[in-house]
């Protein structure tokens, strides 16, 4: 694992289901956009920036987390070998506490003030479709694949779960940003599990209470856990303002004041 078959099915995922999705937002949006796809310029230059030059990207880092996983896998480390669990259950086991830890770790992103800064960089989008899934600040990048990969040497988990895991985080990561209308119905039936488009969209709401709510990338299940899930926001999914508030005008679409704008003074929302 970690070799250049993992990083072609990585990648031909990845734009499978960009595309996809891309294609379901042109038919069904369920929202009008503001600056539309000029802003993904900003977003895919970011994806393109974690990966050419930190070589730091949902495509090619997680290669790192399967290897430390295949390690410790080799090693015997981690709590699941420690008491016995292997196999399935421990494949199992590992993608949900792997969900866990990605949900822990976007709640420290809004509450620690030094990885806020990082992470506004995704919330400064003043639209909310699929290539809002990618927008993330490189040195962001880095501070996730860092803590997945701790989780996965503490935990034991397989490599083989590692590797599910990235790609469905990748998947649903770019599912819950998309601009897609669902119906109603069917939104219900998915949040039982996962995170629907209109549940993250709330999150990405310019109103603070909305914006530290819905944290979930993939299953819905931690937020109605821990208190954090949100039903709906206070105003209309079609009207209700996107963003940062301090932030609406044209500066957050733009590929290099991206970059500078966790160093950037300025208001923190």
Do not use: C
Request: charged letters at 15%; proline letters at 6%; hydrophobic letters at 50%.
């Amino acid at each position: 694992m970690g070799g250049p078959q993992e990083t072609l099915l990585r990648l031909s995922i990845f734009i499978g289901v960009f595309a996809l999705l891309a294609v379901a937002e042109v038919f069904w949006p369920r929202r009008m956009q503001t600056f539309g796809r000029v802003r993904w310029i900003a977003n895919l230059g970011l994806s393109v920036a974690n990966t050419a030059l930190l070589r730091l990207s949902y495509l090619v880092v997680p290669a790192l987390t399967v290897l430390a996983a295949a390690y410790g896998e080799r090693n015997g480390w981690g709590l699941l070998p420690a008491v016995g669990l292997t196999g399935v259950a421990a494949a199992v086991i590992g993608v949900i506490a792997l969900d866990l830890a990605i949900y822990g770790q976007h709640v420290a992103m809004h509450f620690v003030p030094t990885l806020w800064r990082l992470h506004r960089v995704h919330h400064a989008d003043p639209d909310f479709d699929v290539s809002t899934g990618i927008r993330l600040h490189p040195v962001e990048i880095l501070f996730s694949q860092v803590w997945k990969i701790a989780v996965v040497l503490v935990a034991g988990v397989p490599a083989v779960a590692v590797l599910a895991f990235e790609v469905v985080l990748n998947a649903t990561s770019m599912f819950s940003h998309a601009n897609v209308r669902l119906p109603r119905g069917v939104d219900a039936v998915l949040r039982m599990l996962m995170v629907t488009p209109d549940m993250h969209r709330i999150h990405h709401s310019t109103v603070m209470d909305e914006t530290n709510s819905n944290f979930g990338f993939n299953l819905s299940l931690w937020d109605r856990l821990f208190g954090t899930y949100r039903r709906e926001p206070m105003g209309e999914q079609t009207t209700m303002p996107i963003g940062l508030p301090s932030y609406r005008g044209g500066e957050p679409v733009r590929f290099f004041w991206l970059l500078g704008f966790p160093f950037a003074r300025g208001p923190a929302a």
